[in-house]
């Protein structure tokens, strides 16, 4: 499904580069990548998500050369076999709920299915918020229809930045919870990018990242 070899990522032209382990995360399957602020972990999602251009090194999704396609390429490709729970919901203020999750699914390149978004939004505890503003919202209901607008174009993996790194340990349960549980129903990898070191007895397969920055 995912595949990464040799991942390098440089700010600037004249800086050192970041180096990241190898990564190899099978349909199906979860993976977490823990590590302190610094260590880039963000700047490994993007790449992952074809967000960045690595320096040196490659992602291979599906098999296919992700990391080498153009820019319009990979904003293709990411919006038909990636789903992205970020920090920060960005969500089309302007737009319902259901609206911003029938969005996701033509940005996929697939048709809106009003089943499909409320079947959603039931299993998530949020059958009441489907014609709501998403500006009107709490942070916790914001954070699942993050994670509806991730899954509900059937995504090969999900990708999620730090989703329980604010919560309390019962909220980080439920979350972890509804990730996986949403993973499983597509059928998806889960890769979970955090600093949250209650994750680490939760996730057993792991990959805890270390600021290895390379010589310029």
């Known amino acids: 499904?995912?595949?990464?070899?040799?991942?390098?990522?440089?700010?600037?032209?004249?800086?050192?580069e970041l180096a990241f382990p190898d990564l190899d995360v099978g349909r199906g399957k979860e993976?977490?990548?823990?590590?302190?602020?610094?260590?880039?972990?963000?700047?490994?999602?993007?790449?992952?998500?074809?967000?960045?251009?690595p320096s040196a090194g490659d992602v291979r999704l599906n098999g296919h050369p992700f990391s080498a396609l153009s820019t319009a390429e990979?904003?293709?490709?990411?919006?038909?076999?990636?789903?992205?729970?970020?920090?920060?919901?960005?969500?089309v203020r302007s737009l319902t709920v259901s609206e911003n999750l029938a969005?996701?699914?033509?940005?996929?390149?697939?048709?809106?299915?009003?089943?499909?978004?409320?079947?959603?939004?039931?299993?998530?505890?949020?059958?009441h918020k489907l014609n709501?503003?998403?500006?009107a919202l709490s942070v916790?209901?914001?954070?699942?229809?993050?994670?509806?607008?991730?899954?509900?174009?059937?995504?090969?993996i999900i990708?999620?930045?730090?989703?329980?790194?604010?919560?309390d340990d019962t909220n980080t349960d439920g979350v972890l919870d509804l990730l996986r549980q949403q993973a499983s129903d597509s059928g998806a990898a889960l890769l979970i990018v955090t600093h949250d070191?209650?994750?680490?007895?939760?996730?057993?397969d792991r990959v805890e990242l270390t600021l290895n920055p390379t010589a310029a």
């Open 132 to 135: 709501a503003r998403v500006d």
């Open 159 to 167: 990708l999620a930045d730090e989703p329980t790194s604010a919560l």
């Open 31 to 53: 993976l977490l990548l823990l590590g302190a602020s610094g260590t880039g972990k963000t700047t490994l999602l993007h790449l992952i998500a074809g967000m960045r251009t």
């Open 74 to 91: 990979r904003d293709l490709a990411r919006g038909q076999h990636m789903g992205i729970v970020f920090q920060t919901a960005h969500f």
């Open 103 to 127: 969005l996701a699914r033509t940005l996929a390149g697939l048709e809106p299915d009003e089943a499909r978004i409320e079947s959603l939004l039931a299993g998530l505890g949020l059958s």
């Open 197 to 204: 070191q209650r994750l680490k007895d939760r996730m057993a």
């Open 1 to 16: 499904m995912l595949r990464t070899q040799g991942l390098r990522y440089r700010y600037a032209d004249d800086g050192p």
């Open 140 to 156: 916790g209901e914001q954070q699942r229809v993050s994670i509806a607008r991730a899954v509900v174009h059937g995504p090969g």
